[in-house]
Nanobody, 123 residues
Framework: QVQLVESGGGLVQAGGSLKLSCAVS????????MGWFRQPPGKDREFVAG????????YYADSVKGRFTISRDNAKNTAYLQMNSLKPEDTAVYYC????????????????WGQGTQVTVSS
């Protein structure tokens, strides 16, 4: 049973920073591509960032490029999302996800999901 557990969400003022963590268990972490998605209130879930198995490749949605950084520590079985210069429009439930593919942008390509963590950015 693969489990993904997010942490690090919360309330922050616009311009601030948060770092999300995603701890993975139940499968060899280094064989999983990792991604972060978010679901703003009343909207569909959207891709935020992804990282390849080794961490050598990262990719981002245009809306967060230059502000967010995805990383992973295969020794700790954990993926991260560093979020800087946060904006009110970044408010959403953020989900960590794992894929058996090397990289993926579509939520249909992700096999395992966390429960989500709320990020709220006040203006």
């Amino acid at each position: 049973q693969v489990q993904l557990v997010e942490s690090g969400g919360g309330l922050v003022q616009a311009g601030g920073s948060l770092k999300l963590s995603c701890a993975v268990s139940g499968r060899t972490f280094s064989r999983l591509g990792m991604g972060w998605f978010r679901q703003p209130p009343g909207k569909d879930r959207e891709f935020v960032a992804g990282i390849s198995l080794s961490g050598g490749s990262t990719y981002y949605a245009d809306s967060v490029k230059g502000r967010f950084t995805i990383s992973r520590d295969n020794a700790k079985n954990t993926a991260y999302l560093q979020m800087n210069s946060l904006k009110p429009e970044d408010t959403a439930v953020y989900y960590c996800a794992a894929t058996l593919l090397i990289t993926a942008r579509s939520n249909r390509d992700y096999n395992y999901w966390g429960q989500g963590t709320q990020v709220t950015v006040s203006s």
